[in-house]
């Protein structure tokens, strides 16, 4: 193994969010590329939004993309324990190394202090942001009660610059100037994000992190607790955030967010994982990549620094891509409970299901459009309004019932042979095609899209293409009748 240490640090408080899902998969294909390790670290510090449900969530998100992890939760590691609220004991010693060594402090301000402070800030009229100054970073006097409810803040620094060389966008320099003595560890011992996340990287010895770039500003405290502690800075690669279409952060609003509900609408995994790469990333002019070849060209050096627009289109198109590159009998097997939802329960060596599945595959980008594109070969046909009113009609009648008596008489009943007899009765009696071919697939899909006309029939098998073709005359021969 090389020594290449990445890690996802999803905060469980929701959905896993697709954005978050391309930084995971970013840092994942990096340790699958170099042989080294991915971790998975669960950040639920925020108490009031995290919650187990959410933790099941991610990890289940993880485990159907196939993102999987060699150390974390359910996995373990020498690193443990992976979840922020079970590593408090480690945060409390970290804090107590840096007060010792004069870049942390205990402050015991108040809430009251605070507000005043910031009410002050706030009448002076200026526009620069509110920065808590407290008394306690210069004290040298012990509290009235030291066992009082306080924080333990970092000695920040005022003057001077933090710059690092991002793997993503390049060197970045942030200036302290601004930068406000922070709050590592509560008064109930949870750490705050930038503290956590450094105890947790640097002891679990992460070497680069990559995350969103809305977490840039966390940088440069990041960086300084480092130093504080003598440790050595691991690499970062910030990548931009997915945006929607109009250019807004991608919500709720305007795609599926939440990877499972990719899964859902029977999405493949793989697919998810090509298009959420390429929005970001790019290897020439290919678009369509299997897991494989990701883990072999994947590199932070073409992970662009421009935002990656969310493209439901091209998402379907190269879904339809993977679909097409699945063996027929995993297709079959995969598209079974999207078929069980529909009510249709079938084996998955069913033959008419595996005669089917090729015919399908074309025509579809998701396993639930796979799913209703086979709803007829195994329920009644249920005829869609308009192509019913259309083509099952008095005037066609007649060449439907002729179909059913050419096709009864054929053996073996496949496609071809059923092409060849179907096209010699039309030429005899001079029929056009269209005379015969719609009006046929409505009676026997209920539908005027479907694969073609004799790949149906011998999906359908003889007794079911004669009677529904028979049963359509019949409906057709008596449509209009009421009205008339
Ligand atoms: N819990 C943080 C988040 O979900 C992790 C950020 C990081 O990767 O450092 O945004």
Not at 21 to 35: D, E, I, N
Not at 383 to 408: I, S, Y
Not at 414 to 433: C, G, N, Q, Y
Request: aromatic content about 8%.
């Amino acid at each position: 193994m090389s020594d290449v240490r990445v890690r996802f640090a999803p905060s469980p408080t929701g959905y896993l969010h697709i954005g978050g899902v391309r930084t995971a998969l970013y840092s994942w294909l990096w340790a699958r590329r170099q042989g080294g390790s991915f971790i998975l670290r669960i950040e639920d510090t925020d108490r009031e939004r995290s919650t187990d449900e959410s933790i099941q969530i991610v990890l289940e998100s993880m485990r159907w993309l196939g993102l999987d992890w060699d150390e974390g939760p359910a996995v373990g590691g020498a690193h443990g324990p992976y979840v922020q609220s079970e590593r408090l004991h480690i945060y409390a010693e970290f804090a107590e190394r840096l007060i010792a060594s004069g870049h942390a402090y205990r402050c015991y301000a108040t809430k009251e202090e605070i507000a005043a402070a910031r009410e002050a800030h706030q009448k002076t009229g200026t526009k620069q942001g509110f920065r808590f100054e407290s008394p306690w970073r210069d004290r040298t006097d012990p509290p009235a009660d030291p066992n009082v409810r306080h924080v333990i803040r970092f000695r920040a620094p005022h003057t001077g610059a933090t710059r690092w060389d991002d793997a993503v966008k390049g060197t970045i320099e942030i200036q302290h100037a601004t930068l406000q003595d922070f709050i590592l560890l509560r008064p109930d011992g949870m750490p705050l994000y930038n503290f956590g996340c450094v105890v947790d990287d640097l002891t679990m010895g992460v070497t680069l992190v990559a995350r969103g770039d809305d977490h840039v500003i966390n940088t440069a405290p990041q960086i300084l607790l480092y130093e504080a502690l003598g440790a050595r800075v691991p690499e970062f690669a910030h990548m931009p955030m997915v945006l929607a279409p109009n250019g807004e952060k991608l919500s709720k609003r305007h795609a599926a967010v939440g990877v499972l509900e990719y899964r859902d609408m029977g999405y493949l995994p793989d697919g998810v994982i090509n298009y959420l790469a390429r929005l970001g990333w790019s290897y020439g002019d290919q678009e369509i990549f299997t897991r494989r070849e990701l883990i072999e060209r994947f590199s932070w050096d073409r992970v662009g620094s421009t935002a990656g627009r969310y493209d439901g289109k091209k998402f379907l198109h190269v879904e339809a891509e993977h679909l097409r590159m699945l063996p027929d009998d995993e297709l079959a097997r995969l598209t079974l409970p999207f078929l069980g939802k529909l009510g249709i329960d079938l084996a998955p060596d069913d033959p008419a299901l595996l005669k089917a599945i090729p015919y399908i595959k074309p025509r579809a980008s998701t396993l639930v459009e796979v799913a209703e594109a086979l709803d007829y070969f195994f329920r009644d046909v249920v005829f869609e309004d308009k192509g019913k009113r259309k083509f099952l009609v008095p005037d066609n009648a007649d060449n439907l019932r002729r179909l059913a008596d050419v096709v009864d008489a054929i053996e073996p009943f496949e496609a071809e042979t059923l092409e060849s007899a179907v096209k010699a009765w039309m030429e005899r009696d001079e029929l056009p095609m269209k005379k015969v071919a719609q009006p046929a697939r409505v009676a026997m899909t209920g539908r005027t899209r479907s694969p073609g006309l004799f790949e149906v029939m011998e999906v359908l098998g003889k007794p079911k293409t004669v009677e529904r073709l028979r049963a359509a005359a019949e409906i057709a021969s008596l449509a209009g009748a009421a009205s008339t």
